[in-house]
């Protein structure tokens, strides 16, 4: 139960000032509520996962990118495979399956970046697949 407001107590309400707020005359806590209409329904995540391409660095699905892991060649030395069923173990790098792409990773050597490895790795066989991809489709 609320206590009676008694004279004389420091106890002051406070004046509603008023503003001008969407071209009308409102008070300052109207102003400050954030008003909303009926919006656009928020878009549905994606089912597949997002990934982004190593090598003109745009995001896309997964579906569409392909995966690449480096296995070790030698000592020091790596070599690139592709992994277009995803299911290699290792860090893997996305990259769409595309000659351009492929040669803008090199030129950024992004591969040993993404991947984590020393050196260049070897893209022969990474090339070699583009290659009979671009053919077959």
């Not at 004046?15 to 878009?43: F, H, I, K, W, Y």
């Not at 690449?68 to 399956?97: K, N, S, Y």
Request: aromatic fraction near 2%.
């Amino acid at each position: 139960m609320r206590r009676p407001h008694r004279p004389g107590s420091r106890r002051r309400r406070r004046q509603a000032t008023e503003v001008q707020c969407a071209g009308n005359l409102r008070t300052a806590v109207e102003c400050s509520m954030v008003q909303r209409e009926d919006s656009a329904p928020v878009p549905v995540a994606a089912e597949t996962p997002v990934r982004t391409c190593i090598g003109c660095r745009s995001r896309a699905q997964a579906t569409e990118l392909l995966r690449i892991v480096a296995r070790e060649a030698g000592p020091g030395a790596f070599l690139l495979v592709p992994d277009p069923r995803r299911r290699l173990t290792g860090r893997g790098a996305w990259l769409h399956p595309t000659p351009e792409c492929l040669v803008q990773a090199e030129r950024r050597r992004a591969f040993g970046r993404a991947l984590r490895v020393s050196g260049q790795p070897g893209t022969e066989a990474v090339a070699d697949w583009i290659a009979a991809d671009s053919t077959t489709s």
